[in-house]
């Protein structure tokens, strides 16, 4: 049964093939993925949301960065670690069996040790094997990064225009304004940045998918470079 899945994934893509397999992947499978890792991608967007709030009433106002603003980056690059781990291990069931399964339970799973390793190996696998083919990586990441671009920006569109006006409050308050904000606005931008990291989670998660075929193009490639050197010995 692998066998049969690696003839379906080890085989030339274009760029356009890879990208467009990579979203269709991701696409036919999302209420599954959404199942599995909406509790993780609860804790992402809490992490997100501390840390731009940390940004707009801290950082901008004050320019300085503290242990807090440490810890809430720390926080939300290992959610955001431990989310891609969830991609990643679709990927490898997708490999193994021909499918995503659903999960069991409505809470999801929290990430294994294996999907960890996984991760460990797929970086370990870009500095060795995938750097040789560097172009086809770019390429890739290229068109997926101004996906995800423009998506994002529409997901933190609120945020965006809560952050705006914080900074104008606190210009104006330099140059001798009162400061003039509600009591409520910092849990509005809380609430708010929440919302928008629950959304740019799984849309930030679509950018792992493509890289899974651009994977099984650059490994059909040295699989096919390895078979024509035996050959010519």
């Known amino acids: ?11 030339p893509r274009s760029i356009a093939a890879v990208v467009r397999d990579g979203y269709r992947l991701y696409m036919g499978n999302f209420r599954r993925i959404f199942r599995t890792s909406w509790l993780m991608a609860l804790l992402y967007a809490l992490a997100f949301a501390w840390l731009m709030s940390n940004m707009v009433y801290y950082i901008i106002p004050l320019h300085v960065v503290g242990l807090w603003h440490i810890v809430s980056l720390a926080a939300f690059v290992i959610s955001a670690l431990l989310l891609a781990s969830y991609a990643l291990a679709a990927c ?23 999907a960890l390793v996984l991760l460990l190996k797929g970086v370990r696998w870009f500095f060795t094997a995938g750097l040789r083919r560097f172009g086809l990586l770019f390429a890739t ?3 997926t990064a101004i996906i995800t671009l423009l998506l994002t920006f529409f997901c933190e ?10 900074v104008k409050a606190y210009a104006g308050m330099f140059m001798g304004d009162e400061l003039g904000m509600p009591d409520y606005l910092p ?35 040295r ?8 050959q010519t010995l």
């Not at 699989?223 to 035996?230: A, D, S, T, V």
Request: charged share 15%; hydrophobic share 40%.
């Open 187 to 221: 849990t509005l931008t809380f609430v708010a940045f929440t919302i928008a990291g629950f959304i740019q989670a799984y849309v930030h998660l679509t950018t792992i998918f493509p890289f899974y075929y651009a994977y099984g193009t650059i490994e059909h490639q």
């Open 92 to 114: 490898r069931e997708h490999r193994q069996t021909g499918s995503i399964s659903r999960c069991r339970h409505w809470w999801g799973t929290w990430p294994c040790l294996k």
């Open 157 to 166: 569109l609120p945020g965006i225009i809560i952050g705006t006006a914080n």
């Open 141 to 143: 990441l290229l068109v």
């Open 1 to 11: 049964m692998e066998k049969n899945n690696d003839l379906q994934l080890l085989r």
């Open 223 to 230: 699989q096919e470079r390895k078979h024509f050197n035996m």
